[in-house]
């Protein structure tokens, strides 16, 4: 159950585009299109971004966009803005009925 | 509105336990499997236990295998996590998740949980 790997930090001027990338196994991330993405905010609580690789829930900007090749996975962010500034976070189902996290990633908007 | 609010979260020492609750609202809290997840000072999200919908099959990380136990009661719509021999690096903000599907779709605020002496 290791963390999967993402960056530490990632930063963009405002209208720019970023990916995150989100590194697994052939247990996990490659074994299974059920990774989903996270928003965190300073002191708030997760925000669910992405979910099943490249689907959008409800109500997120379609800014945002997955996708996934082997065992890595990756979330897209196009026109940053300010208040996508945050904690992003890949998490995998790792069978079994585990899931994993990524070690996490902050975005900085320039 | 979905609302997931947990509580019985403070400061503890080393070797000790503490139940967290999480009381589920605005939803059919028996339909959905639920998860807890936690996030350390300066450290990223880790998945910690699920437990299916009606409670008769529970899951969790190794790292707190034999220490920490999910448990639901559907008639309360509450959540719970028993932790016990509680360690310094348990230190953490705990969370209530939602699941749908294989996915969080819904979060708590979170409890925050201090082990120290």
């Known amino acids: 159950q290791s963390a999967l790997t993402q960056p530490a930090s990632v930063s963009g001027s405002p209208g720019q585009s970023i990916t995150i990338s989100c590194t697994g196994t052939?247990?996990?991330?490659?074994?299974?299109?059920?990774v989903s993405w996270y928003q965190q905010h300073p002191g708030k609580a997760p925000k669910l971004m992405i979910y099943?690789?490249?689907k959008r829930p409800s109500g997120v900007s379609n800014r945002f966009s997955g996708s996934k090749s082997g065992n890595a996975a990756s979330l897209t962010i196009s026109g940053l803005q300010a208040e996508d500034e945050a904690d992003y976070y890949c998490?995998?189902?790792?069978?079994?009925?585990?899931?994993?996290f990524g070690g996490g990633t902050k975005l900085t908007v320039l | 509105e979905v609302q997931l609010v947990e509580s019985g979260g403070g400061l503890v020492q080393p070797g000790g336990s503490l139940r967290l609750s999480c009381a589920a609202s605005?939803?059919?809290?028996?339909?959905?499997?639920m998860h807890w997840v936690r996030r350390a000072p300066g450290k990223g999200l880790v998945w910690l236990s699920c437990?299916?919908?009606?409670?008769?099959?529970?899951s969790c990380a190794d790292s707190v295998k034999g220490r920490f136990t999910i448990s639901r009661d559907n008639a309360k719509n509450t959540l719970y996590l028993q932790m016990n021999s509680l360690r310094a690096e348990d230190t953490a903000v705990y969370y209530c998740?939602?699941?749908?599907?294989?996915?969080?779709?819904?979060w708590g605020q979170g409890t925050p949980v201090t082990v120290s002496s």
């Open positions: 998740a939602r699941a749908q599907g294989y996915y969080f779709d819904n």
């Open positions: 605005g939803f059919t809290f028996s339909s959905h499997w």
């Open positions: 437990i299916n919908n009606d409670g008769s099959s529970t």
């Open positions: 052939s247990s996990d991330v490659g074994s299974y299109n059920l």
């Open positions: 099943e690789v490249s």
């Open positions: 998490c995998s189902y790792a069978g079994s009925s585990t899931w994993v």
